[in-house]
């Protein structure tokens, strides 16, 4: 198994990436489903949540009332990284679990978008980094997401920069290019890692099957 962490900029085009990526055959482990999972209604994970933000941060219905928790925490460090410390574990357990489940021989990609960030590189055996210019993804959050400027800019500045997720990157991808030219290289990148799953693979003899 290899096991590959996918992380990248917001806006900077990681969710199509991963697309592609799954399409080409890999396992995908969504860092932001699971942690949407993790704060549904009932759930100790939004308990937490409620207890540390108060009950504006719940819709009328009870479920998370996402806008507004995020125009609390995004505008704030402190309150951001308490929101990550409620989180961020219960989004690692179940990530870990689901890898678990994996064919021994898969390639499983865990698409993190707060990878650079929390340090979280030492945990995967390659780190992929979708890159896009900060205009990309200005536009692409306020013309394709329907997010204001203040609001875009304050969530990419609460972010790694660009140069600190290239830092930690195995691989780069480039995606300020035509979907077309995006699909290339993504197939590039599937075969480099099926390469390093199969010399892996072969370095360290599987466990025998009872």
């Not at 949540?49 to 941060?57: D, L, P, R, S, T």
């Not at 990157?169 to 990148?189: F, G, M, T, W, Y």
Request: charged share 30%.
């Amino acid at each position: 198994m290899l096991s590959v962490g996918l992380t990248g900029g917001i806006g900077a085009g990681k969710s199509e990436v991963s697309r592609l990526l799954v399409a080409c055959g890999a396992v995908l482990i969504d860092a932001d489903r699971i942690a949407r999972e993790v704060v549904e209604p009932g759930t100790p994970g939004l308990a937490a949540v409620v207890e540390a933000f108060g009950e504006e941060v719940l819709a009328e219905d009870g479920s998370l009332n996402r806008p507004a928790l995020g125009s609390v925490v995004f505008a704030d460090p402190e309150k951001l990284a308490v929101l990550n410390s409620i989180v961020h574990p219960l989004v690692g357990a179940r990530s870990r679990a689901l890898e678990e489940a994996a064919d021994q021989d898969a390639v499983v990609v865990h698409d993190v978008p707060l990878l650079t960030e929390n340090g979280l590189a030492p945990l995967y055996d390659v780190v992929v980094v979708v890159d896009a210019a900060p205009d990309t993804q200005l536009d692409r959050l306020v013309r394709l997401r329907g997010m204001t400027e203040q609001d875009a800019r304050a969530r990419m500045a609460a972010q790694a920069t660009r140069e600190q997720r290239r830092e930690i990157a195995d691989i780069v991808i480039d995606n300020d290019v035509p979907l077309q030219e995006l699909e290339r290289r993504v197939k590039e990148v599937w075969a480099d890692l099926l390469r390093r799953e199969r010399s892996a693979g072969a370095a360290a003899p599987r466990t025998p099957q009872e």
